[in-house]
């Protein structure tokens, strides 16, 4: 490690704007972000999909020691993000999307992408910066949630946004479920998540994949943690073989993988209780709000003396038992 921070010494919280601690936040991986940008030197880093800014704070703490700049990029930033562009004068927010932002920016030595989560903009974002880089070394690339469950998935932030040619069928807030390959109303709803898992030209992944394939100098380990970390680099770039070291012991790690299948299907399942036991709570609310009603209606009070009368005197229903439900 260099002069930069190192990530155990941050306070910075990764769940301070993730309640559900679902772990969505790249901040979760930093012990393998910073290094990877201190072995490479980094002077310059664009984060594409900054959303609240956890890990854009990471950054710029590692860039104070670094002598780094740091460019956040994002069309929808999060207040919390719009906070600390407003009180760091050291962040570049650019309030653009990524395809539009990364024709005209400086090209960085490094990139992080975590944006729109599908095949069209991936292989775009990677296009565009292979092609801006022609002549010099590729920068390092690091791109989330190449695991389930937008490894082999899209999700469309708009799926307008996106050409019809490259776009997969969809399910509005469609709930995705570890291994299965459609949507369940048991799993984790999404915005606009793909009706079918697999296939071509469908999830991160793929993009990246399709992407290293046409080029044979560039390597892609993947990190199967926190929904996956992709770490894109040119083998013969003068760094090359120090990345290769840090990533190699976690490089599709069985005994990781298999952590991450674990948390990700307990992440599913108490998601999934938490929705259906609000949905008992707001049944449980309107039928005591209609209970309440019924106390206090004459209709109620004349079926109950009706009732008297037919039983002599026993009714079959009374305002005593409509309390005792309300637990009054």
């Known amino acids: 490690m260099n002069a930069g921070a190192h990530p155990r010494d941050t306070r910075i919280d990764p769940y301070a704007n993730d309640p559900g601690r679902l772990g969505v936040s790249l901040l979760s991986l930093a012990e393998l972000v910073i290094p990877c940008l201190e072995v490479v030197g980094a002077r310059s880093v664009i984060e594409v999909g900054a959303y609240a800014g956890d890990l854009t704070e990471l950054l710029l703490e590692w860039a104070a020691g670094s002598n780094a700049r740091v460019v956040a990029v994002d069309p929808s930033p999060q207040r919390e993000l719009i906070v600390l562009d407003e009180r760091r004068a050291d962040l570049d927010l650019v309030r653009e999307p990524s395809l539009d932002a990364l024709r005209r920016l400086e090209l960085p030595d490094a990139v992080v992408i975590d944006g729109d989560h599908n095949y069209y903009t991936v292989s775009q974002e990677l296009r565009l910066i292979a092609e801006r880089a022609a002549g010099r070394t590729l920068p390092l690339l690091m791109l989330h949630d190449v695991g389930w469950p937008h490894g082999r998935r899209d999700d469309y932030f708009a799926p307008e946004l996106v050409p019809e040619e490259y776009r997969q069928p969809t399910v509005e807030g469609g709930g995705l479920l570890p291994g299965d390959p459609g949507t369940s109303e048991e799993g984790m709803p999404y915005r606009w998540p793909a ?134």
Do not use: C, M
């Not at 070291?245 to 005994?255: F, Q, Y």
């Not at 299907?265 to 005591?288: N, P, T």
């Not at 009603?293 to 038992?321: H, N, V, W, Y």
């Open 195 to 328: 009706a079918k898992e697999g296939g071509p030209r469908n999830g991160v992944l793929t993009a990246i994949e399709d992407f290293v394939a046409s080029r044979p100098t560039l390597r892609v380990a993947i990190v199967p943690a926190f929904f996956g970390l992709g770490i894109v680099w040119d083998a013969e770039a003068h760094w090359g073989d120090a990345i290769e070291e840090i990533v190699e012991p976690w490089d599709r790690n069985p005994l990781v993988q298999r952590l991450e299948t674990n948390r990700a299907y307990h992440l599913v399942s108490d998601r999934f209780q938490i929705r259906r036991a609000g949905s008992e709570k707001e049944r449980g609310a309107r039928k005591d709000e209609l209970l309440r009603r019924l106390l206090t209606s004459r209709t109620l009070a004349l079926a109950e003396r009706i009732s008297r009368l037919r039983q002599r005197g026993e009714p079959a229903f009374s305002k005593d038992e409509v309390r005792r439900a309300l637990g009054e």
